[in-house]
């Protein structure tokens, strides 16, 4: 049964305004990629009054995301020719005939969204994570807005023509800060890097490896995991091999973003070395989980360096152990940087602030005539 206007919330607040039904658009990985940042703007949006109807693969792994509240509308797998086949059958979900707007995840879902949007006689909007203008031109005119989640993805989306800059709403990824640093916390055992990034570009690896082996050589009790995956990896793998490293080197794939929340729990210190061609989610995820983190360059809005986190240059295996080092010697300064971007992450991405700054956009557009 749907509640009636004026139905307090979890919180026991009543809405100033009517509650609003949106359609969440998914694509194939979607929700691995951004099920963490989706789960706490969920329950945010919930409590601002605004219902969700999932529309995503029916293989996609959805425990994780608050349903109920959430309705979930699932979808076959499918080529684009035959496409028209699974929006016609979306569009008669009773779940999905409630929407007064799409929403389109991120860019995989574009096109799927728009033309679920157009057959429903509905508009849409979409979120881009992406930092290649190339992978903007899906995008259309039509879309009644684009949330970006930093000001490089707004300046991008803005200067390239794909909207027009009141269409463009720079909307921060919102994620629970933990309450306190978590790095080193058991002296006696090694501390445990995570490096993250995608495993392409022979020069960053190369600098990688002659990192773990110069930590070793001085002498410092550390194990490396390896998040990522790429068509470097058997490659890299042979060179760790090579330099006697198997026992320090763990390779763990491509977690979900849940998964990869769960594992910074147990890491000391994060190395960002490749994030590439989106924002870096994974260094959020990390600061957020109150971890000291190290980024390779410094293109996201939340990495400020030297307050949040610490820039390096991915190429440089000197630069980078140093880097290293300085944390490793001076666990205190590490903490200190990890308690920095926990501050920022609270004041600049808490999940409540966006959720209501989202629900807001919704309404306006759902308030808008078409365009």
């Known amino acids: 049964m749907e509640p009636e206007e004026g139905t307090p919330n979890r919180l026991g607040l009543v809405p100033a305004d009517p509650p609003v039904t949106v359609a969440w658009v998914a694509g194939k990985d979607t929700i691995d990629n951004l099920g963490y940042l989706l789960s706490s703007l969920a329950v945010g949006l919930v409590d ?3 219902k969700l109807v999932l529309v995503c693969p029916a293989s996609a792994d959805i425990a994780d995301l608050p349903c109920p509240p959430i309705e979930v509308v699932g979808y076959p797998s499918y080529t684009w020719p035959f496409r028209e086949n699974v929006i016609r059958g979306l569009t008669k979900n009773p779940a999905l005939a409630k929407a007064q707007l799409m929403h389109g995840l991120d860019e995989s879902a574009v096109d799927l969204t728009r033309h679920l949007a157009g ?49 463009v709403h720079l909307v921060p990824p919102g994620v629970h800060p933990a309450k306190r640093a978590i790095c080193f916390r058991n002296p006696r055992h090694s501390v445990a890097i995570v490096f993250h990034g ?23 009790d550390c194990v490396f995991m390896i998040i990522g995956s790429g068509r470097m990896e058997s490659r890299f793998r042979k060179e760790v091999a090579a330099l006697g490293l198997q026992q320090e080197v763990t390779f763990a794939g491509m977690p979900t973003s849940v998964q990869l929340a769960a594992i910074m729990k147990a890491a000391d210190i994060f190395v960002s070395f490749a994030p590439g061609r989106q924002i870096g989610l994974a260094s959020l995820v990390a600061m957020s989980s109150g971890v000291p983190s190290l980024v390779a360059g410094n293109a996201d809005d939340f990495v400020i360096d030297g307050k949040t986190a610490i ?35 609270k004041e600049r991405h808490g999940p409540a602030d966006i959720a209501q700054s989202v629900a807001g956009i919704y309404r306006n557009v759902i308030g808008s005539p078409k365009s």
Request: proline residues 3%.
């Open 48 to 50: 601002s009054f605004i």
């Open 119 to 167: 057959a429903s006689s509905l508009a849409y909007v979409v979120s881009s994570y992406g930092l290649l203008p190339s992978r903007m031109r899906r995008f259309r005119r039509d879309m009644a807005g684009i949330l970006a989640p930093s000001e490089r993805v707004q300046l991008q989306l803005i200067k390239g023509r794909l909207a027009s800059p009141e269409k």
């Open 198 to 220: 995608q495993l392409r570009n022979w020069r960053r690896l190369s600098a990688l490896t002659e990192c773990f082996a110069q930590l070793k050589q001085q002498g410092y």
């Open 311 to 345: 820039s390096f240059d991915a190429t440089s295996s000197s630069q980078l152990t140093e880097k290293l080092t300085v944390l490793l010697d001076n666990r205190e300064k590490a903490r200190a940087l990890a308690k920095n971007a926990l501050e920022y992450i």
